[in-house]
């Protein structure tokens, strides 16, 4: 008896619909012909390596421990006992940081392609959504190497959401179980890390891919009309995508590993206390005007980016004007985004 | 440009400047990851010293000294320490530059940001260390040549200097310049830098104790950098753990070195300490010296290892005062040509006015400043060598010295002394102090044998009297009076004379009767030598 005999007498469904519907939804989803220019098909690059950190994230856990006394240690036995920990470990933090890039190269097209143009508002807030959740991730996993740069970037990433309005005080003690960066604060970032967060963003980007598809992919104007099948030709260059950032992720983590640093230190400030490079804008930006201020608008900038597709139309009602509009606020939010983060980085 | 054109430009450059500086930038970031070397923040004025200093070569290990320290990652640079005010005593112009140099910061300079520490030292004896120098002693003065003692006595007696703007004391005598390391200071080696010698061998007594071996053992697993203020994480204690640093039994870390010592036992006679130097009584010092101890020892050790510690230095107190009384009586006689040196009220018989011109005169001197201090600070310290034969035999000899002199010179009361064949002659130099038993615990040997208890029969009872008059003077705690009288009601016992001793006690004196009466002529040779 075959295989497949064998399981469709356990599974009697309909394998010839199952065959229709995996042609209809996968193999033959309709691709717009742009799309075959590689700039224009990486909207799965974030998405692969999500699936990266899925795994490489899974297999830390096996070895590291949420304690104050215990999770530097680990952190050390994983890169320097555990054989291949330092490539797990490596791929997880860079390919935290290249998920990061990736998503802001994703947001970039799309913002520029004006992808979120109605009808597909909400898929680009939660667009919105996925990219807060992937910094939220990274604050959360950084923290949890527990060294003296992780432990002191949490105190001044946690005193920052104290100043939050009205929700900021509330938010300070829910996420450091106490006045002070603690046991309690490594076990509820961990927690949050690993069990809140990915079924979270596992759904949104369910949601985000239902919607894409419902809709369709969107197709920028001035270039020819048409479709080509998901497969093979979209389906190999997202093989090809995933070998590559295999390729970097690995190369990376050879040439840049990520270090361990000093164990953290509740009694000793370091002089330079930075959160890590993707929150450099607006930890810049916050040193250069008063605090509440800052707070205020970088609420300000969220909500803005979140209602874009609502708020563009409300500003410039004629279409070019609006085209014009939406490369001019891009362009400076990127341009003073890049200028912040090198600030930061050559500032000590 | 059409639009389209305009946004395929925009991805483009955008893409690829997110893409490059991006990963840079990560890449930067995580390059920091791994480096344990903090960021050295140097501020233009410092930039300038340095870049001149390293140009001209001047000093520039010590700059380097400088980029290691803690100043420097916390950006104390160098005119922080080393700025001037017209008019400093130490003040000169940069030839290079516009700024004014102090050539040399004092602890006035160091309050600026370690206000307590250097409060703390000033009130501590190290602050008297040039006092103590200057005093008008015949050693320094009479004796030596001043030149020897710039290298020699100065040399650490300057860690109490006077500089001329007020200021007292040296902090780089223990956190050496330019890196001021936390590390260097707690090092026993520091301390052993003036600690050190036949005056007061500390560091010697120190490494020769179980302290010191558990510290030549396990002192490369120490974290010699830990926090500072915090109680101390080696599993034994350094001359910084006993004398500075916090404890888990509620001890602040201090610098005042002062506030855990009892006894002024430097000095010809060792005295209770005032409550100027820590501002404590000499009970509180001794209590918060006690609470080091009771980190790692049971209370009923170190009290009683205190209390026989404690009852050392009144017993050299009173070899001290023998040594003076003979040295009097041969002056009286006319054999010393000895002159007192009158201090503070107090006629010293060992600081002669004209120096240490009879041997004598030197051994007297000896006797409290190199023999008489180490058998204190050894009893104090767990150096049993430097109580024993590096103090008390030393004493001993210089006293019989002394009195052997004035017996070869005719005075009477000395000849008599040397002449005497009883066994008691030394028991009855001068006034005794004992303790029944051992810190060590008891033993059924130990106190066995013709001892002085044996010959004299009131010997305990004159000795109890002794320790009474001690404590009703003031210069034992109540709680060590009751812990004297416990032991003492107790004392048959603690002596282990009630104990028997165990069935190979005999076998033991069988083979060492062999050893010494028939090995020796089994294996004596005859052997020719030449004519």
């Avoid at chain 1, 190369?251 to 361990?260: H, K």
Wanted: proline share 6%; charged share 20%; hydrophobic share 40%.
């Amino acid at each position: 008896m075959k295989l497949k005999d064998w399981i469709l007498e356990r599974f009697p469904i309909d394998f010839q619909k199952f065959v229709e519907i995996n042609e209809r939804i996968f193999i033959k989803e309709p691709i717009p012909l742009h799309m075959k220019k590689w700039f224009y098909c990486m909207g799965a690059t974030p998405l692969i390596l999500f699936g990266f950190q899925l795994v490489t994230g899974i297999l830390l856990t096996f070895y590291f421990v949420p304690s104050p006394e215990m999770a530097y240690e680990s952190v050390r036995h994983i890169t320097e006992d555990v054989r291949f920990g330092f490539w797990i470990r490596g791929i997880h933090r860079w390919g935290s940081n290249l998920m990061i890039i990736a998503l802001l190269l994703h947001m970039t097209r799309v913002f520029f392609t004006r992808a979120y143009q109605k009808p597909r508002e909400i898929n680009w807030m939660i667009g919105v959504a996925l990219f807060m959740l992937t910094l939220t991730f990274a604050f959360t996993g950084y923290s949890l190497t527990y060294n003296q740069l992780s432990y002191w970037a949490t105190t001044v990433g946690t005193n920052m959401i104290r100043e939050v309005p009205l929700v900021g005080e509330w938010l300070f003690l829910f996420l450091r179980g106490g006045e002070d960066v603690s046991a309690n604060t490594l076990t509820r970032f961990y927690t949050i890390h690993i069990g809140f967060l990915p079924p979270i963003l596992i759904l949104l980007i369910a949601l985000h891919i239902l919607i894409l598809r419902i809709q369709g992919v969107s197709e920028p104007e001035g270039y020819p009309k048409g479709h080509y099948s998901f497969y093979p030709h979209h389906f190999y260059k997202i093989i090809i995508a995933t070998l590559f950032l295999l390729t970097l992720l690995t190369t990376l983590s050879v040439i840049y590993p990520p270090g361990l640093g000093e164990p953290a230190n509740p009694a000793v400030t370091p002089p330079h206390i930075k959160p890590e490079w993707y929150f450099f804008p607006v930890y810049r930006f916050l040193k250069l005007v008063p605090l509440r201020v800052g707070i205020f608008s970088v609420a300000l900038f969220l909500v803005g980016m979140t209602f874009w597709p609502f708020i563009e139309p409300w500003i410039a009602r004629e279409k070019r004007r609006r085209i014009v509009l939406g490369y001019v606020v891009g362009s400076l939010v990127l341009i003073s985004t890049l200028a912040l983060t090198f600030w930061e980085t050559v500032e000590m | 440009m059409d639009t389209v054109k305009a946004q395929q430009w925009l991805i483009g450059i955008f893409s690829v400047l997110l893409i490059v500086s991006l990963l840079i930038v990560a890449g930067v970031e995580m390059k920091k990851s791994r480096s344990f070397k903090p960021e050295i923040d140097v501020n233009e004025t410092t930039a300038k010293c340095i870049n001149c200093h390293e140009k001209k070569g001047v000093a520039v290990k010590l700059i380097d000294e400088w980029k290691e320290s803690q100043h420097a990652v916390q950006g104390i640079g160098c005119l922080e320490c080393h700025e001037a005010k017209e008019g400093d005593f130490d003040a000169f112009r940069c030839p290079e530059s516009e700024f004014l140099i102090g050539k040399h910061p004092n602890p006035n300079d160091c309050a600026k940001c370690h206000e307590d520490q250097v409060k703390e030292f000033a009130n501590s004896k190290h602050a008297v260390a040039q006092v103590m120098m200057a005093l008008k002693g015949p050693d320094r003065n009479v004796f030596e040549p001043t030149l020897s003692t710039k290298h020699g006595c100065e040399q650490c007696h300057n860690i109490g200097n006077y500089w001329p703007d007020g200021a007292i004391g040296e902090c780089d005598a223990c956190h050496s310049k330019h890196r001021f390391s936390i590390a260097q200071a707690r090092r026993p080696e520091t301390c052993g830098e003036c600690h050190i010698g036949p005056d007061h061998p500390h560091i010697e007594i120190y490494l020769e104790s179980k302290h010191g071996n558990l510290y030549s053992t396990f002192a490369s697993e120490w974290d010699w950098n830990y926090d500072p203020g915090q109680p101390v994480p080696f599993n034994a204690p350094t001359c910084a753990t006993c004398h500075m640093s916090a404890t888990s039994t509620g001890q602040k870390s201090t610098h005042n070195v002062s506030e855990r010592l009892s006894w002024e036992s430097q000095a010809p006679f060792s005295v209770r300490t005032q409550k100027y130097w820590g501002g404590l009584t000499w009970q509180e010092k001794q209590k918060n010296m006690l609470a080091v101890c009771y980190q790692c020892h049971s209370k009923s050790f170190a009290d009683r290892y205190i209390l026989t510690a404690d009852l050392v230095n009144l017993q050299y107190n009173e070899i001290w005062k023998a040594t003076i009384d003979w040295m009097k009586r041969l002056r009286k006689r006319g054999v010393i040509a000895t002159t007192e040196f009158a201090f503070a009220g107090q006629n010293i018989t060992a600081w002669p006015k004209e120096g240490y011109d009879e041997e004598v005169e030197q051994e007297a001197y000896r006797n409290w400043h190199h023999e008489g201090r180490r058998f204190r600070h050894g009893a104090m310290m767990m150096g049993a060598d430097y109580t024993q034969w590096h103090g008390i035999w030393e004493l001993q000899e210089n006293l019989v010295k002394i009195i052997e002199y004035g017996a070869e010179h005719g005075v009477p009361e000395a000849r008599a002394w040397r002449n005497s064949k009883d066994p008691n002659k030394f028991v009855k130099l001068y006034p005794l102090y004992d303790i029944p038993g051992s810190t060590w615990g008891p033993s059924a040997l130990a106190f066995r044998g013709n001892m002085p208890m044996d010959r004299l029969k009131n010997y305990w009872e004159v000795v109890y009297q002794n320790v009474k008059t001690a404590y009703e003077k003031g210069l034992l705690t109540d709680e060590q009076w009751q812990l004297y009288t416990k032991l003492y009601e107790n004392r048959e016992k603690e002596i282990g004379r009630v104990y028997e001793l165990p069935p190979i006690h005999e076998e033991y004196l069988q083979n060492l009767r062999i050893d010494l009466k028939e090995l020796y002529p089994q294996q004596k040779l005859q052997l020719r030598k030449f004519e």
